[in-house]
């Protein structure tokens, strides 16, 4: 006797992957969509539990909640859970994401599909610490890594070059050969938007001979965005007297949010300039950008470096720096024996790259799903 055998179909997911770009600002969005969701500052603040605070709420306030209720109090203790794209708070970096997904996205996490981002040096103990936080805290049903830094180059049609991935702390140049990450190649400059922004507020602050002070966290980030409407990095640096002389005589004013208005002038490329003489602002670094790109790609088989020479891409959000391009291209052709051509690039969108790489990943069906049976077994 033959019975027809009935096999339970799986549930079908609530949703679509949810895709999350760790670093000091979240993006974040669903395979579904063509675009970002949520940018949001990975940013928590809170009062202290002995101070009493409006409506008896302590917080945590997340992201731009934080920025905002720091006009209000000079007490809020502020903690950037999410470093050079690590969680290095894991507590307060859970508390972002929740508040990314269930604030800002008006979704849920659980028993979802989730896409993280990773650099190829993310050490494997934040990477569990991550799997641990996704399966036990939030409940996914599957998570997969992406390389950003493979990802990134993938999407400008090429297999081998140079990803320097200019992010809020620092800089990573990682070069890659053939889709395989030079490790022993990769490079650091501890130096980032972050500083800009910060050796901008000092020069400003100096420059009004103290009628300007930042001090909230809403007041530094009206400086962050300054720095991104004024700066702009020099051609050169060869004869910085004249170049102060020329900018002073052509300020840009801006208009700050009490009405003031604020004139801009040499500061706008001085600030930007620590990436390439990290002295100027007291830092005890040497080499600038172009001397790490070049000691990276140094360290390079000598059969390839010519071709790195000629893919240096610009990802993240310090990339957007007017300038920067070709300030590179200068500084490394000088660098370079003669005959060798540099190419630097920095795409449409270079910072949101990280985030368009893991959806293409997906897209692409390349993803590596790590399931909650195989945390499991691995934790046994």
């Not at 063509?34 to 002995?50: D, H, S, T, W």
Request: proline share 6%.
């Amino acid at each position: 006797m033959i019975n027809e055998k009935i096999v339970p179909k799986p549930a079908a997911r609530p949703g679509p992957a949810i895709i999350m770009d760790l670093g000091s600002f979240v993006k974040a969005g669903t395979t579904a969509t063509e675009k970002i969701l949520v940018n949001e500052p990975a940013i928590v603040a809170v009062y202290p539990e002995e101070m009493e605070s409006y409506a008896s709420f302590h917080g945590p306030y997340v992201g731009k909640q934080a920025l905002s209720e720091s006009t209000k109090s000079p007490s809020l203790t502020f903690s950037f859970p999410i470093e050079c794209g690590l969680p290095v708070l894991m507590e307060d970096t859970e508390t972002v994401l929740r508040h990314i997904v269930e604030t800002e996205m008006r979704d849920s996490i659980e028993l979802r599909d989730v896409i993280l981002t990773k650099k190829s040096l993310t050490p494997k103990k934040f990477l569990r610490d991550l799997c641990k936080s996704m399966f036990e805290t939030f409940q996914v049903h599957r998570l997969s890594f992406v390389n950003t830094d493979l990802a990134s180059l993938f999407l400008t049609g090429r297999t081998t070059g140079v990803i320097v991935d200019l992010g809020s702390s620092q800089a990573m140049i990682t070069p890659i050969v053939e889709n395989q990450p030079q490790m022993h190649a990769i490079r650091r400059l501890e130096i980032g938007g972050r500083d800009i922004t910060e050796y901008l507020q000092k020069q400003l602050e100096e420059a009004s001979g103290g009628l300007l002070k930042f001090r909230s966290a809403a007041e530094v980030d009206v400086v962050r965005q300054l720095k991104e409407k004024a700066c702009t990095v020099a051609a050169h640096w060869e004869d910085p007297t004249i170049l102060r002389e020329a900018l002073d005589a052509n300020e840009k004013i801006f208009e700050l949010p009490d009405g003031t208005d604020i004139r801009v002038g040499f500061p706008r490329v001085r600030a930007p300039e620590i990436l390439f003489h990290p002295g100027l602002s007291g830092a005890a670094l040497e080499e600038g950008l172009h001397q790490k790109i070049f000691s990276s790609i140094m360290a390079c088989d000598i059969n390839v470096r010519r071709e790195l020479f000629n893919g240096v891409v610009l990802v993240g959000g310090t990339s957007q720096l007017p300038g920067l391009e070709a300030r590179l291209i200068h500084e490394l052709s000088f660098l370079t024996p003669g005959g060798v051509s540099v190419n630097v690039i920095a795409p449409e969108n270079c910072e949101i790259y990280p985030y368009l790489g893991a959806k293409m990943s997906h897209e692409c069906n390349s993803l590596n799903w790590i399931t909650r049976e195989m945390w499991v077994q691995g934790l046994n």
